[in-house]
């Protein structure tokens, strides 16, 4: 499989954006495009031609191809896809990751990023940078051998998932369900990259974000415990105690001495 290395300290810039048919009237010649990387999501069947080396496309593919390669596609009829033509951030870390990749249950999410792009690119070519900045951290970490990177990319979609919840009731079958997995194999899968239940990340997650709001906001106690999803105030103080050994006021004024 081939790999490719690309830097993302900084937002890319993105020059065009769009959704592309092709295999229309059979063949796409070779191309290349000599100063741009493309960046293509796939929902169709294809070969793909990249420098000579022979890689398949199938739906909820993500592939990202550098500047100057040559390219040719081989379609099979009627296909469409997403594509993000950008210059990336020349400085910075490199990230090594293979050049086509499943994205498994991150596609959905990757999609919504890509159409985001696409809508503000004419417009507000400064979202579309950061929606594509967003969609390529999250292609690198599909299956990036950089090292603790490895994590299934059915975790990372839970934790996203998690993430956008927290103020509200979260359910592990309900996160598995958002991620295309059983609840047993998201519980193994967490329990592997974490050593601990899924239970007690979200719990943890809560107490993280609660832990800034007491230290580095002027909100109520009882509006931060509302924010992370423990609106009594009871389970809140137990919580705190749990996780920072002192209760919600003395963390607020440990922050302030």
């Known amino acids: 499989?081939?790999?490719?290395?690309?830097?993302?300290?900084?937002?890319?810039?993105?020059?065009?954006?769009g959704f592309a048919?092709?295999?229309?009237?059979?063949?796409?010649?070779?191309?290349?495009?000599?100063?741009?990387?493309?960046?293509?999501?796939?929902?169709?069947e294809a070969d793909l031609h990249v420098d000579g080396?022979?890689?398949?496309?199938?739906?909820?593919?993500?592939?990202?191809i550098p500047a100057g390669t040559d390219v040719e596609y081989h379609h099979r009829g009627r296909s469409e896809h997403l594509y993000v033509h950008l210059r990336p951030s020349p400085g910075g870390t490199p990230h090594t990751l293979p050049l086509i990749q499943d994205t498994g249950p991150v596609g959905p999410v990757l999609a919504q990023m890509f159409w985001q792009a696409i809508t503000t690119v004419a417009d507000s070519p400064a979202q579309a940078a950061a929606e594509v900045w967003a969609a390529l951290w999250r292609t690198v970490r599909l299956q990036s051998k950089e090292p603790g990177s490895n994590e299934h990319p059915a975790v990372a979609a839970a934790f996203a998932f998690i993430e956008q919840r927290l103020p509200r009731s979260v359910k592990v079958p309900?996160?598995?369900?958002a991620v295309g997995v059983s609840p047993n194999h998201?519980?193994?899968?967490?329990?592997?990259?974490?050593g601990s239940t899924l239970v007690a990340y979200i719990?943890?997650?809560?107490?993280?974000?609660?832990?800034?709001?007491?230290?580095?906001?002027?909100l109520s106690i009882p509006a931060i415990a509302a924010s992370v999803g423990i609106p009594d105030?009871?389970?809140?103080?137990?919580?705190?105690?749990?996780?920072?050994?002192?209760?919600?006021?003395?963390?607020r004024d440990s922050a302030r001495r």
């Open 53 to 64: 080396s022979l890689h398949r496309i199938k739906p909820g593919r993500v592939s990202l």
């Open 21 to 44: 048919i092709h295999g229309l009237n059979g063949p796409d010649g070779p191309f290349r495009l000599p100063d741009l990387w493309q960046f293509h999501l796939y929902q169709y």
């Open 1 to 17: 499989m081939r790999e490719v290395t690309i830097r993302l300290d900084e937002p890319p810039e993105v020059v065009n954006a």
């Open 174 to 177: 309900e996160v598995a369900a």
């Open 186 to 194: 998201l519980t193994t899968l967490v329990k592997d990259a974490t």
């Open 203 to 218: 719990r943890h997650r809560r107490m993280v974000r609660a832990e800034h709001l007491l230290r580095e906001s002027t």
């Open 233 to 251: 105030l009871q389970t809140f103080n137990k919580a705190c105690h749990r996780e920072f050994g002192a209760s919600p006021r003395t963390v």
